[in-house]
């Protein structure tokens, strides 16, 4: 592939980081499930080990099918590097211990996702690093936390559940002024419509379970940065085993080559959703970046190619509201995941932030009857039908 000519991301998440591990001919990555490689010649084997000479020693530290689906996450964002994880929250957790020490501060925002909330508020503490959450969207209030001094600011925008948005560059600004590195979790925006390294962050985390892979059926992390950053966790990872699945990375890549087709088809649905949401009376509020009424709009289209799948909006009716409307909806999921073909609802307490307790939750600013809904690629006018007939069954 011509190097140094930038394509477009429809054409990188079809061919990119595929080629150089193509074998025997064939157009498609093989699964290597092998655990280990052979060497005839120890002199080889040694400089393999020791990093002097392209080739894989053991499972556990690389593996090729592994390394293509790193290679066309790394395009996709742009990035020097990319390393991959068993799961989202495996590249959340190893890249936060990679860097922090007893002592360390680390600055973010109180509602990201349910698992990330729950490392700062239980895990890191007993390490005795000092975790400060600010209000989501108050950039004033963090730039003022960050110029106390702190080792990692962590960024999720747009949030889960309620895509609130943080604007990348302005954060990234306040924390290079104080030596801090800037972690992102991109998992709703997608490479395809935000890229927060060149927005000025250190480091891009993805859950590939949800939209990289778009299937729902692997689960998988991945992040990218500079090769100094991501080798040194890579490294941590490499250690401490959270290593992705052949498999698994398999399926990632294959699904990650409809990426760009599926994000256009479900950030279009998504927004037609939330503009009828909107308009509907058994409905109090939505919340979707593309709607004006969003209180980060603007920096929104400042930061983003597209506002993504992702919507939440919260029922007049709440909890009892929500019981009725789930099991009518006939083309959608009620499931844990996001991010898949299909359409997947469910309320935040039982995904999310399943947790977190019903205090934290309210805490975060997240009603019981909010649902989350993640729009899939199905016709449009029957995903506004199968919503309009469950939301009339709703008895109040
Ligand atoms: C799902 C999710 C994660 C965790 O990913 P897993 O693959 O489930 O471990 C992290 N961040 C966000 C924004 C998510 O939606």
């Known amino acids: ?21 193509l074998a025997f001919g064939a157009t498609q990555v093989p699964v290597v499930h092998s655990v280990a490689y052979s060497y005839d010649d120890i002199d080889e084997w040694y400089e393999v080990a020791i990093g002097k000479r392209k ?58 996702y349910g698992g990330t909330n729950k490392i700062f508020s239980e895990f890191l503490p007993r390490l005795n ?60 925006a997608t490479p395809i419509n935000q890229n927060p390294l060149q927005l000025g962050a250190d480091l891009v985390i993805h859950s590939a379970t949800k939209f990289l892979g778009g299937h729902a059926d692997a689960l998988g992390g991945v992040v990218c940065g500079d090769s100094t950053l991501v080798h040194s966790i890579y490294h941590y990872r490499e250690i401490n085993g959270a290593t992705l699945d052949p498999m698994a990375a398999y399926l990632l890549l294959r699904g990650m080559k409809t990426l760009k087709l599926r994000i256009e088809k479900q950030q279009e649905n998504a927004l037609a959703v939330a503009r009828y949401l909107a308009k509907h009376d058994k409905v109090a509020e939505v919340f979707y970046p593309g709607l004006e009424s969003h209180k980060n709009h603007e920096i929104a289209k400042e930061q983003m190619r597209g506002f993504g799948g992702m919507l939440s909006f919260a029922l007049k009716g709440e909890l009892e509201a929500v019981r009725q409307f789930l099991p009518r909806l006939q083309f959608a999921n009620r499931a844990a995941n ?44 029957d ?3 199968d919503l309009t007939q469950a939301l009339d069954a709703i008895d109040n």
């Open 129 to 188: 690093i000092e975790v400060t959450l600010v209000e989501t969207g108050n950039h004033e209030e963090m730039e003022s936390e960050i110029e106390k001094g702190c080792t990692i600011v962590y960024l999720e925008t747009p949030t889960n559940p309620t895509v609130k948005i943080t604007d990348i560059t302005r954060i990234s600004k306040a924390a290079k002024a104080v030596g801090a590195l800037v972690f992102v979790d991109n998992t709703f």
């Open 1 to 21: 592939m011509v190097k140094n000519k930038k394509i477009n991301e429809a054409t990188m998440a079809v061919w990119s980081g595929e080629r150089d591990y």
């Open 55 to 112: 080739g894989h020693i053991y499972g556990r530290n690389t593996n090729p099918t592994v390394q293509s689906f790193e290679d066309k996450v790394k395009e996709l964002e742009g990035a020097e590097a990319a390393t991959s994880f068993s799961t989202g929250m495996a590249a959340i957790s190893n890249s936060l211990l990679t860097i922090l020490k007893p002592g360390d501060r680390i600055v973010s925002i109180k509602d990201t």
């Open 383 to 385: 995903l506004l039908a």
């Open 338 to 381: 996001l991010g898949s073909v299909e359409t997947t609802v469910g309320p935040a307490r039982t995904t999310s932030h399943v947790e977190n307790t019903p205090e934290e939750r309210a805490a975060l600013g997240i009603p019981e009857g909010l649902v989350r809904y993640s729009a899939g690629i199905e016709d449009i006018d």
